[in-house]
């Protein structure tokens, strides 16, 4: 009876206590408790992948040598590594059931890490599981993921950062100190503005290579696509492919574009238009002069106005209609600036125009509430005077009228 019952709780105990284990190759577990515990988190576990579908080995023992087996990959190499994650993930038919795309490990080969690590053994580049980890594996939309875009600066940083190793393959190692200050790392990942480019936005991750001259226009244009089409009709852009065409870059630089000054166009520190234009005859720097005189003469009537605005609804005027007038004026602005980056003062003109007319049209209504507002006054000074007056006039009235009364009533009692 009790060896029923012994034998019955021994088929039950792997059941009971095998539910936290990660399914099928718990035998794995017994002796890799902490891959387990990590692989237990990992999107793969959900997706059915197991120990033993990455490193093989046999689920039916517990003895290293039956669980190993002959076949036991360890995956520390690195090209095994990119070839086991990349070989599941490039399985068309596997991964139609997940959505998800299979051009990772073909992406990788192009890039300048799979280039690198193609030529032989090479444990300085990144492969999968520098990116993405080996057991720990998450979603890249999971914000612990060190492929998510707030991660990445710490992820690729890690090895792009270190001095030494991209010393090795001539490489400057400044680009997420660089990044860290510029407007779009602040953006990401002090304000939280998911629209800011992170490392992966502007190199791809699976092909990381660094956008070709000719592409890097085509990198910035993708999100600042305004901008971009005024570039390209600048004569900056027009010798496309000659080794002299000026870029975003070289007026913004890459990794630590900051927020645009218009001493730009006066300056002649880097990226400033004296950088290159350094002889003050040529006609560029007049160019430049003008595109700022023009910008900055609407920039300062509109602040004035703002500031005429602001004055007059401390005064109790309700000013709605002009501040959405100042606001068409400032859109305009934004405009203007971009529109700058065709270095054509004339294309500038109709949109200046527009900006100044918005101002004016801030500035007639103004006036028009401001007669108003003094027109009331003086109406409310005379009914307020007039009023007085009649009150007084009532006053007086009524004083005579008891004086009246008074004698009236003297006179009758000097009379009794
Ligand atoms: C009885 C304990 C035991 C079991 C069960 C076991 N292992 Fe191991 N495993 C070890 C030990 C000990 C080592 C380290 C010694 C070595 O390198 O062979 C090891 C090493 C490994 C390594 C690293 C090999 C290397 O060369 O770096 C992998 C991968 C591995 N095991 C996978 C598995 C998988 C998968 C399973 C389940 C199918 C499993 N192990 C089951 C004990 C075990
Ligand atoms: C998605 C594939 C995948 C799965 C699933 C997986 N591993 Fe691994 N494992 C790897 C890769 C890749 C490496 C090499 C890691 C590296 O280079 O940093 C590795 C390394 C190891 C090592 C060697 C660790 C070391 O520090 O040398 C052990 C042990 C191991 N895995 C055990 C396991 C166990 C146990 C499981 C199941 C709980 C498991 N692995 C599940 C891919 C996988
Ligand atoms: C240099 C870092 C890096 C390397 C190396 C890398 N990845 Fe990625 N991976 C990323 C980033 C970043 C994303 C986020 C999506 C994006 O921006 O494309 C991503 C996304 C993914 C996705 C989500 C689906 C998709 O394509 O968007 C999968 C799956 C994936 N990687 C698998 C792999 C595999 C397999 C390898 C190795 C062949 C690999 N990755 C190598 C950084 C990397
Ligand atoms: C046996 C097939 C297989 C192997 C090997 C494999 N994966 Fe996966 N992987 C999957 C499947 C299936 C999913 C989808 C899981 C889901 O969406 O629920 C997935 C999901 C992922 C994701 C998340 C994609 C997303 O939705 O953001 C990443 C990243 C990833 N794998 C990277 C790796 C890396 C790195 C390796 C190697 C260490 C690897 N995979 C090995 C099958 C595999
Ligand atoms: C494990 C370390 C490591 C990680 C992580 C890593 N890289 Fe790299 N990367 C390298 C090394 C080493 C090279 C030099 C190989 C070469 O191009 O010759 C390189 C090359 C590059 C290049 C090509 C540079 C050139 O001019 O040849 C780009 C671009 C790049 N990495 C971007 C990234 C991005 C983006 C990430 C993160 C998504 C990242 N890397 C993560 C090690 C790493
Ligand atoms: C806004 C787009 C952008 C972002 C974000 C960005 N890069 Fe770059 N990166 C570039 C451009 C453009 C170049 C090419 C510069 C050139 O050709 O002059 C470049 C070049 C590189 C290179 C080649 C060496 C060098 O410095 O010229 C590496 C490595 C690199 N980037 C890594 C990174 C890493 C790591 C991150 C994240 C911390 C990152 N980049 C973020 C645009 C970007
Ligand atoms: C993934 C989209 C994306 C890419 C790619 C991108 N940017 Fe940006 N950029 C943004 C966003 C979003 C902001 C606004 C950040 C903020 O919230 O302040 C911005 C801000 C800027 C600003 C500051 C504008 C201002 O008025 O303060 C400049 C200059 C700039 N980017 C230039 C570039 C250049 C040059 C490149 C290419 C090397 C580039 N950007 C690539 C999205 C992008
Ligand atoms: C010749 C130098 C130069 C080049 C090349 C250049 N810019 Fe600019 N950019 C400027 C100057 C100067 C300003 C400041 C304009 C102002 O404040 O009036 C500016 C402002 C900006 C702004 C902020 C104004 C706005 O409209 O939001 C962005 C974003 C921007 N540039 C992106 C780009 C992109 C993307 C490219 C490539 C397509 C590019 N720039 C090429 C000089 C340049
Ligand atoms: C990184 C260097 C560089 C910067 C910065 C730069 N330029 Fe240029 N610019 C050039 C080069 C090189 C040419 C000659 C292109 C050609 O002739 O094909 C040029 C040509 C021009 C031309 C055409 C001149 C002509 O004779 O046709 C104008 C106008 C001009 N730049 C204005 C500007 C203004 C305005 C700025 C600042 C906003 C500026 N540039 C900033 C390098 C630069």
């Known amino acids: 009876m009790s060896a029923w019952l012994f034998a019955a709780w ?4 792997p059941l009971v206590s095998g539910q936290d284990e990660p399914a099928p190759a718990s035998n794995c577990a017994t002796c890799h408790g902490k891959e387990a515990r990590v692989f237990s988190e990992s999107i793969h576990r959900v997706a059915g992948v197991t120990c033993i579908t990455c490193h093989g080995g046999s689920p039916d023992s517990v003895d290293v040598a039956g669980a190993h087996g002959a076949d036991l990959k360890s995956l520390r190499d690195p090209r095994a590594a990119v070839e086991s994650c990349g070989g599941c993930h490039s399985d068309v038919e596997r991964m139609r059931a997940f ?21 032989g053994e090479n444990a300085d580049v990144a492969t999968c599981v520098s990116c993405h980890s080996s057991h720990a594996v998450l979603s890249v939309k999971d914000p612990l993921s060190p492929a998510h875009p707030t991660k990445q600066v710490e992820t690729c940083g890690g090895c792009h950062s270190d ?6 393959y001539g490489l400057p190692a400044d680009q997420a100190d660089e990044y860290r200050k510029s407007v779009h790392g602040r953006a990401l990942l002090e304000l939280g503005h998911r629209a800011a480019p992170a490392c992966a936005d502007c190199h791809g991750s699976h092909g990381a290579l660094p956008p070709r001259v000719d592409q890097v226009e085509f990198v910035c244009g993708n999100c600042h696509s305004t901008v971009d089409g005024f570039f390209k009709q600048s004569p900056h852009a027009k010798r496309s492919g000659s080794p002299a065409t000026i870029e975003c870059v070289s007026c913004h630089d890459n990794h630590g574009v900051q927020k645009p000054s218009p001493q730009m166009f006066l300056g002649d520190d880097a990226g400033h238009c004296g950088a290159c234009h350094a002889d003050a005859a040529d006609p560029a720097r007049a160019v430049g002069q003008k595109l700022f005189d023009d910008v900055e003469q609407l920039a300062a009537t509109i602040e004035a106005a703002t500031l005429e605005v602001r004055t007059a ?11 959405g007038y100042l606001d068409d004026a400032r859109g305009l602005l934004v405009r203007a600036r971009a529109m700058t ?35 009331r006054r003086i109406f409310t000074g ?35």
């Open 99 to 119: 959505g998800l795309r299979t051009d990772q490990l073909s992406l990788y080969w192009t890039s300048g890490h799979g280039q690198q690590l193609a030529k």
């Open 341 to 375: 980056h065709a270095l054509s003062p004339a294309l500038l003109d109709d949109v200046l125009e527009r900006g100044k007319g918005m101002v004016a049209q801030t500035r007639d209504s103004l006036a028009t509430k401001n007669r108003m507002f003094r027109d």
């Open 382 to 416: 005379i009914f307020f005077g007039l009023a007085l007056l009649f009150a007084v006039m009532l006053w007086m009235y009524g004083l005579e009228v008891r004086g009246r009364a008074r004698q009236a009533s003297a006179a009758r009692g000097g009379g009794a």
């Open 313 to 323: 609804g401390e005064r109790g005027l309700f000013l709605g209609e002009e501040r």
């Open 10 to 13: 021994l088929a039950l105990a």
């Open 163 to 168: 001095a030494q190793r991209m010393g090795k």
